[in-house]
């Protein structure tokens, strides 16, 4: 398999094993539709070997550990399992002990399928496979993403409560010996003067909160980024991008295309959404039609997106606003993009490209899909020579 596909499973009962040439830590996590635990009794490993539906197995360190799912008994609200992996070594990175997944038919072994993450090198821990339930059916996934801070990060970024070291207690310190006594000094030569105290060291920087819509609309900078999150949960319902624009000179018409771009995980195209194809993935993503003047106040051009609706195998969405007839975005003023809610019409996230560039071409945001199932809105406001949503697929990936 390669990261990003799935088959459909023959099985009931599969085992997912992970194996390298370290000894692993294997896991398995029960998520419900927003990507969370219920709680933090759907964490199976080695501690917690058994759950409804998932057991841990141990290889006993001559084989490899495994994660066993009974689909049949997985509890109705659990729409995946994912399958985590760790090196056991404290620090130790996945660099050059690449793993490999195998999923078996758990009753008689049989090989179902196998996955090797591509490109490893700092992670620390990987969600090597997911196996999902769609339509009725259940399938397996290659995943591959991996973790710079161990398993406790992919376990908390999937809802588990990781219970940190407690602090150290204080030092005791015995009290300091009374100073000597001063020597005598000579009224005819001057003391030397007292050293300078070394300087504190700075203080480092406060790390930045993570932007979400719990207090309410977000407006955006150039390469900021905000979390579809509000009151804990990922918005999975459907919004909308309404992308706007006014002529820079008065009496001239501006004719701009917005549309969007689908990715794969590995930045594969999947599709694009424009004037000239309003509709894609299966309808979870609607253009509302070409705007030929750029002029009357609100949204030129709107795309909708149904973020509960978006097929598991797209991941990222880069939004483009290009000039079919060759005017560059110095023409143009109050170029701008907003995420709505469709049901409400509340605006959630606006972007105002506040700079511009003689080019045709501009990629104003992008949505990506995280692996706990939310995703995240990031302005770009990056110019590109292309006239065509079909030369903005190439820069787009790159962008992601």
């Keep these: 398999m390669t990261p990003g596909s799935n088959l459909p499973l023959t099985s009931v009962r599969v085992a997912v094993d992970v194996a390298a040439p370290v000894r692993l ?7 419900t539709a927003d ?16 759950g409804p539906g998932v057991t841990y197995r141990s290889g006993g360190g001559s084989a490899p550990d495994a994660v066993v799912v009974d689909t049949a008994a997985v509890p109705a609200g659990i729409e995946k399992i994912v399958v985590t992996a760790s090196p056991d070594g404290a620090g130790q990175t996945f660099q050059g002990v690449e793993p490999t997944a195998t ?33 009725g059916a259940w399938k397996v996934r290659a995943v591959g993403q991996g973790y710079a801070n161990g398993l406790a990060g992919i376990a908390t970024d999937f809802g588990v409560t990781v219970d ?11 009290p300091a010996p009374p100073p000597p006594a001063a020597a005598p000094v000579d009224p005819r030569i001057a003391p030397p003067a007292p050293a300078a105290p070394p300087a504190a060291p700075p203080a480092p920087p406060a790390a930045p909160g993570r932007i979400n819509l719990d207090k309410g609309r977000v407006s955006l900078r150039k390469n900021e980024t905000v979390s579809l999150v509000k009151a804990g949960r990922p918005l999975l319902s459907q919004v909308k991008m309404g992308l706007g624009w006014e002529p820079a000179f008065r009496g001239k018409d501006i004719d701009l295309d917005a ?16 004037f000239g194809k309003l509709s894609i993935l299966n309808g979870a993503i609607k253009h509302s039609g070409d705007n030929l003047t750029g002029e009357g106040e609100g949204d030129d051009e709107v795309i909708v997106v149904d973020l509960g609706r978006i097929p598991a195998e797209a991941t990222g969405l880069v939004f ?12 143009v003023a109050k170029a701008y993009c907003r995420l709505v809610d469709a049901a409400t019409d509340e605006e959630l996230v ?11 071409g501009v990629m104003m945001a992008k949505l990506i899909k995280q692996f706990s199932g939310e995703w995240e809105m990031t302005a770009m406001g990056d110019f590109v020579k292309s006239r065509t949503v079909r030369g903005m697929v190439k820069p787009a990936a790159q962008a992601l």
Excluded: W
């Excluded at 933090?40 to 070997?49: A, R, V």
């Design 25 to 31: 830590d294997v896991s398995g996590l029960l998520l």
């Design 350 to 360: 606006r972007f105002d490209l506040t700079g511009a560039e003689p080019q045709t």
């Design 35 to 50: 990507g969370k635990v219920r709680s933090d009794d759907d964490f199976i490993f080695y501690n917690q070997p058994s």
């Design 259 to 274: 549309s969007v771009i689908a990715y794969g995980p590995q930045r594969n195209h999947l599709d694009s959404c424009y």
């Design 103 to 135: 999923v078996r038919d758990a009753d008689n072994g049989t090989v179902l399928a196998s996955f090797t993450p591509p490109r490893l090198g700092a992670e620390t821990a990987l969600v090597v496979m997911e196996v999902y339930r769609r339509g």
């Design 320 to 331: 483009t606003v290009n000039s079919f007839t060759g005017q560059k975005f110095t023409e």
């Design 164 to 174: 940190e070291a407690p602090a150290a207690p204080p030092a005791v310190t015995a």
